[in-house]
C-alpha cells in the first residue's frame, strides 16, 4: 500500500457503540488522513450519512436501537446513498453473518479484533475506486 497518496478529501465513518473500538481504528486509520466522523448507533450513523455523505462507512453489526444489518439495508435502498461503500466490521464472523451483509450490498467484512494492514487495505481499495 502505497501510504503517501492523499486521501485527505474523503470522509470515512465510523460506526461502533464500543468508545474503544471507535478510538482504535480512528488511530488505524489516521496514517491516511482520511476525514473522521463517528456513530455511536445506527440511527446516529444513518443521520450523518444522510447529511453527510462519507465516501466509507466502517459498521459494526452488534449496535442499540439499529444494527449494522438494518443501517445496511436502509443504506442500500437509498438511490441516493446507495453507492456508499460500507464495510461490516464485526466480531460476528460466521459464515451467515459474513454472507448476510455481502448480499445485502457490504462492500467488504473486517473481522474483529482488527488488523491495521487489512482494515488501511480494504480502506483504501474502496477510496480508490472513487
Known amino acids: 500500500m502505497d501510504n503517501r497518496k492523499d486521501y485527505s478529501k474523503y470522509t470515512v465513518l465510523i460506526v461502533d457503540d464500543i468508545p474503544v473500538n471507535i478510538i482504535l481504528l480512528k488511530t488505524m486509520l489516521a496514517r491516511t488522513n482520511v476525514k473522521i466522523l463517528t456513530a455511536v448507533n445506527g440511527q446516529e450513523a444513518l443521520d450523518i450519512v444522510r447529511q453527510l455523505r ?4 466502517l459498521l459494526d453489526i452488534q449496535m442499540p436501537i439499529l444494527n449494522g444489518l438494518e443501517v445496511l439495508k436502509e443504506i442500500k435502498a437509498d438511490p441516493n446513498l446507495k453507492d456508499i461503500a460500507v464495510i461490516m ?5 460466521s459464515s451467515e453473518d459474513i454472507e448476510q451483509s455481502m448480499n445485502l450490498g457490504a ?9 491495521m494492514d487489512i482494515l488501511l487495505s480494504t480502506v483504501t481499495a474502496e477510496l480508490d475506486k472513487i
Do not use: D, L, R, W
Open 54 to 57: 462519507p465516501q466509507v462507512v
Open 107 to 115: 462492500s467488504g467484512f473486517i473481522k474483529k479484533p482488527v488488523i
Open 89 to 93: 466490521v464485526s466480531a460476528y464472523t
